[in-house]
């Protein structure tokens, strides 16, 4: 057991930014109706289903949430939205891009695919594609995640946020690293309200003063506390 007030270099600056992201998203959980507009709004049908073509510049508010894209589509049977091109969701310091979202008000579950891109403040979280599930609070982000804040930043295959612990997991080569230092294992996970990191799998923790190999390691910032093991 080692003390962490001065050895530990885990980065809970970068790895807490991605707990971060997961409060910020779930303020899309907002109440009242949704207001949209478009240059164009032509009635149809898609595979039978009834919808509504919102033809450019489509923009749309719901209280603090506001966004836009080059069009728009609603399927009213089935309660989804779909969001296509140049799609731009903001919500206070909050804002996501992406070149295709989704949200199903039944399922409560939104989705972006291509290069989704999401932005807190001096926060930066890109990735292949996203979900966000509104009513358990969780998102889910996937393939080529890179969280950035300053100069640390965190890189995994894939990474879930669970807002209710504030619980961030990166899953898959993941890394964190800063200018003190770089930890790289299978899996880390951090405990925001804890102030606790474990990392599982692979771990190579090295900083000036310390190189640390190990098949499982545990940081607390409130215990003082680092252990490693196997």
């Not at 003190?180 to 090295?206: C, F, P, R």
Request: charged share 20%; aromatic share 6%; net charge negative.
């Amino acid at each position: 057991m080692m003390k962490a007030a001065s050895r530990s270099i885990l980065l809970l600056l970068a790895l807490g930014c991605a707990a971060l992201v997961c409060v910020q998203v779930s303020y899309a959980q907002d109440k009242g109706p949704v207001r949209a507009t478009a240059d164009t709004l032509v009635r149809g049908e898609i595979n039978g289903l009834p919808v509504k073509n919102f033809i450019d510049h489509f923009q749309f508010n719901q209280g603090a949430l506001y966004g836009s894209a080059d069009k728009a589509i609603q399927y009213e049977s089935v309660r989804r939205l779909d969001l296509i091109g140049h799609v731009e969701i903001h919500q206070d310091t909050l804002a996501l891009y992406a070149p295709f979202a989704t949200y199903n008000d039944s399922t409560h579950i939104g989705h972006a695919t291509g290069n989704v891109r999401l932005f807190d403040r001096d926060i930066e979280l890109t990735a292949a594609e996203g979900d966000y599930d509104m009513e358990n609070q969780v998102a889910r982000f996937r393939h080529h995640v890179t969280i950035t804040q300053g100069k640390s930043t965190c890189v995994s295959d894939s990474l879930i946020c669970y807002r209710s612990t504030q619980t961030s997991i990166l899953l898959g080569h993941a890394e964190a690293r800063s200018d003190s230092g770089t930890l790289t294992s299978d899996t880390i996970i951090h405990i925001q309200a804890l102030d606790e990191t474990t990392a599982k799998g692979h771990v190579h923790l090295t900083n000036d003063s310390l190189r640390l190999t190990s098949d499982w390691l545990f940081d607390s910032r409130v215990l003082g506390q680092m252990r490693a093991r196997g």
